[in-house]
């Protein structure tokens, strides 16, 4: 059989898409695993469910929360506040502007709009155990 150039250029961009087929789709399922995570985080926030955020929320997990100055929460102080309904409790609405996986771990940028405030979030995700998790949040907190 004689291979032209088109044929070799037409196997090869063949093999080369098979190739990366699954990877694109496994791209593409763990940026939608990253979406529903964070929607989870939201959703646990909104309604004050603690096992919601403790599913989303890495054990080593924390925010840091821009208002008047910094405040930092870890995971614990944060479900503590969430349980002692300090924190959360009224709806918002979630839009998620980006999401950017790279292997185990992910960078989203999201934002959650509720009367009073919006927060701007840039989160970074990590995958452990086939699970995304939210490792670290810098919120932006922007009355209304």
Do not use: C
Request: hydrophobic share 50%; no cysteine; charged share 15%.
């Amino acid at each position: 059989m004689r291979y032209t150039q088109a044929t070799k250029f037409a196997t090869a961009f063949g093999i080369a898409l098979a190739l990366s087929a699954p990877r694109t789709l496994a791209a593409q399922s763990d940026a939608d695993a990253v979406r529903a995570t964070i929607q989870a985080f939201a959703d646990g926030a909104a309604t004050q469910d603690r096992a919601r955020l403790e599913n989303a929320l890495h054990p080593t997990a924390i925010q840091f929360i821009s208002g008047k100055e910094i405040r930092t929460l870890d995971r614990p102080t944060y479900l503590a506040a969430i349980k002692e309904k300090k924190m959360g409790g009224m709806p918002m609405t979630v839009a998620i502007q980006s999401v950017q996986v790279d292997g185990a771990t992910a960078q989203a940028h999201a934002t959650f709009t509720a009367a009073p405030f919006t927060l701007s979030h840039a989160l970074t995700l990590v995958k452990v155990e086939g699970r995304w998790m939210i490792a670290s949040t810098v919120v932006s907190v922007i009355p209304k």
